[in-house]
């Protein structure tokens, strides 16, 4: 039986150099941070170009409401103040969190089917967190003194995704960071998995990219014919989000439109779009007659 070291790609060959004779604390957390606001204000950027392009009004869910560059940058503000004084940190802490319970940080990398079962799981526990979590939050003595700041703006946009008081940052947020821990504790400590399936920090990254792809397109404020909704009936999407801000309750799922339905908080939503349907369909009647 072989005992060489596996083969590592390029990639994984530019991991092992970043880490190499360096504190691994500090290369994630720079890491994960300067990632984490690349992918985050880099996916607004092509939001952002359509608003100032005509031909994309037509795909926007509130297309009667305008935002200014003001929101943009008193958004955008308020934002990096979060990132910085908040998230950071807790970016740093999560490398020596999570490698205590068994995180494994060195390549080779988990194959593309391990990390997709994965990431699936952490999806799942999201939504599930982020609905309930999300729904308590609508409770009027917490709505008015956290969860209000990130209804101000009725029709949202890509990076408003994060525009929330700081309570609700680290509350909602552990439905990004507890899923992948949960998983390692019971991968090591209850299930006793093969190394191999236990969380790498790699796959904890992708996770978080995708993460983030979500909640932005979710608060895009577009809903265009390519958008996965129309390609995956139970994610959520812009399409399924922008009503809650439209109407300021109900759709409080992230990712997937399951729970809104089983547990009835997407009755008026589902109203509304019937409506938008018909009037629709008399205009389209009219136009040809």
Known sequence: MST???QLNYVEQLWEGMYEGRDPLIVTGVFAFLMH???YFGRFIPFLICDYIPYFRKYKLQPNKENQSADYWKCTLKVL???FVYEGPLIFLFHPGATFLGMHIEAPFPTWQKMAVQIAIFFV?????HYHMHRFMHWPPFYKKVHKIHHEYAAPFGIAAEYAHPIETMILGFGTVGGPLIYQIAASFIFKMDSEWELHLATMLLWIVFRL???I????GYDFPW???NWVPFWAGAEHHDYHHQAFIGNYASSFRWWDYLLGTDVKYRAYRKRQREERLKAEKA???
């Open 81 to 83: 103040k979060s990132h």
């Open 4 to 6: 060489d070291p596996p």
């Open 217 to 220: 397109d979710a608060h895009s």
């Open 37 to 39: 606001e690349l992918v």
């Open 287 to 289: 136009k040809s007659n």
């Open 125 to 129: 526990f999201e939504d599930f967190f």
């Open 213 to 215: 792809f979500q909640a």
């Open 227 to 229: 958008s996965l909704h």
